[in-house]
């Protein structure tokens, strides 16, 4: 985009916000002219190489490390905040003073690229991973809100995890043995599908000689070659978008295909493409379990198509793990209880059907199979006093099956 073009966009989008008060600069870096009155702006920041942090956000990186912080947040009006163990704490380091409308911008714009910085400006967030030192790795969501500029920083660690350390059954490695399929890791936003998946890959990369090509948005773990050969691309960086990126790896030659996240129609039906077509496709949704993903994945479609895709479904499917992270009993930390829904014939003749809700008592009945519900998990998580029977409560969507277990 040329100079005039980007200062012309601005201008539209800083005149479209007007009368909001506590709107936030749109841009702080990139114009040409004179800031006036009626559009300020803030004074350039210094560009680093890419992954490169200022020091005042390094003082804050370094603490949520210290502290064993899972994340970090940069919120206007609000203290720096870091999430331990689930809760979230003060950061020291902040020195006690709330943030102000632009201070996640002005922490993080040193290490933005051009692109990315206009990515920002055009479409309110961007996604970037950082190497820090010996801090490690973080990934970024930069992001506006009515308040101004903020940001969520989630620490990654340097070592990708075996299941039985995430507190998974190992038996979901099984899942990676199957030369095609869809194997679907499912959550809420920060329930650890990332790492599952992660350490899906690890056990192919370290047991089995496949091509594995990731793509994520942005790259969190990072997979050395092992007996396998990875490939990884980061969306906005190596490719457009998961689908672009999609398509692009069904001529790469690939056994294993993970997708960070099945959020549109064409990266959807292209991940169905692929696993019908002799890949193992591994991918995440936002979906809290087997019923409600199943039935994400055909309402992103239209409804003259859902038919057909229900028939797609119920052929690709192999296997969806729904998890999420329960408070531990002691306050120390959090532990994962799952569901895991395997593709029997069942399962594919409800999902040809449409008859979702009947998913639930074919989990209940296919423990032979290996499957497990969400209550199955949380009673045993109670009965071992790794959480206390009033948190696995309020995360069991049906209560009465657990009270039933917990008798």
Do not use: W
């Not at 560009?47 to 994340?71: F, K, M, N, Q, W």
């Not at 942005?218 to 672009?244: I, K, L, R, W």
Request: hydrophobic share 45%; net charge negative; proline share 5%.
């Amino acid at each position: 985009m040329e100079t005039e073009d980007l200062n012309r966009l601005i201008r539209s989008l800083n005149s479209a916000g007007e009368g909001a008060a506590d709107d936030p600069p749109l841009v702080e870096h990139v114009r040409d002219e004179e800031p006036s009155a009626s559009s300020p702006v803030l004074a350039p920041a210094p560009l680093l190489a890419e992954g490169e942090v200022s020091p005042r956000l390094a003082a804050l990186l370094t603490e949520t490390v210290r502290r064993g912080g899972t994340d970090l947040l940069l919120v206007p009006e609000s203290v720096p905040v870091l999430r331990l163990h689930g809760a979230l704490e003060p950061v020291a380091a902040a020195g006690g003073e709330p943030l102000g409308t632009s201070s996640a911008f002005d922490l993080l714009a040193p290490s933005l690229s051009a692109e990315r910085r206009r990515r920002y400006l055009a479409e309110g967030a961007v996604d970037l991973s950082l190497r820090v030192g010996a801090l490690g790795r973080f990934r970024v969501n930069l992001h506006r809100t009515r308040r101004g500029t903020a940001a969520a920083i989630r620490v990654l660690p340097r070592k990708i995890p075996a299941l039985a350390e995430l507190g998974l059954p190992e038996s979901l490695y099984d899942l990676t043995k199957a030369a095609r399929g869809l194997v679907l890791v499912t959550g809420a936003t920060g329930s650890g599908k990332t790492t599952t998946l992660a350490a899906l890959v690890d056990r192919i990369n370290r047991t089995s000689r496949r091509h594995v090509v990731t793509i994520e948005d942005p790259v969190e773990y990072e997979h050395e070659h092992g007996t396998s050969v990875v490939e990884q691309v980061e969306v906005g960086v190596d490719a457009p978008s998961f689908a672009a990126a999609l398509v692009a790896a069904l001529r790469q030659d690939p056994d294993v295909i993970l997708v960070g996240e099945m959020r549109d129609l064409e990266t959807t039906r292209a991940a169905l493409t692929a696993a019908e077509t002799g890949h193992l496709v591994l991918a995440t949704l936002h979906t809290n379990d087997v019923p409600q993903t199943v039935n994400r994945i055909t309402d992103i479609f239209p409804a003259e198509q859902q038919g057909t895709v229900r028939q797609q479904l119920s052929l690709a499917l192999s296997a969806v793990v729904c998890q999420q992270l329960v408070p531990r009993s002691d306050g120390k930390g959090r532990v994962v209880a799952t569901e895991v829904l395997v593709a029997t014939d069942a399962v594919r003749a409800h999902i040809r059907r449409g008859t979702f809700h009947q998913l639930h008592t074919e989990l209940t009945l296919g423990r032979r199979f290996g499957m497990v519900t969400m209550e199955d998990s949380l009673a045993r998580l109670v009965k071992s006093g790794a959480v206390t029977e009033a948190e696995a409560r309020l995360r069991a969507a049906h209560p009465d099956d657990l009270a039933a277990l917990l008798r």
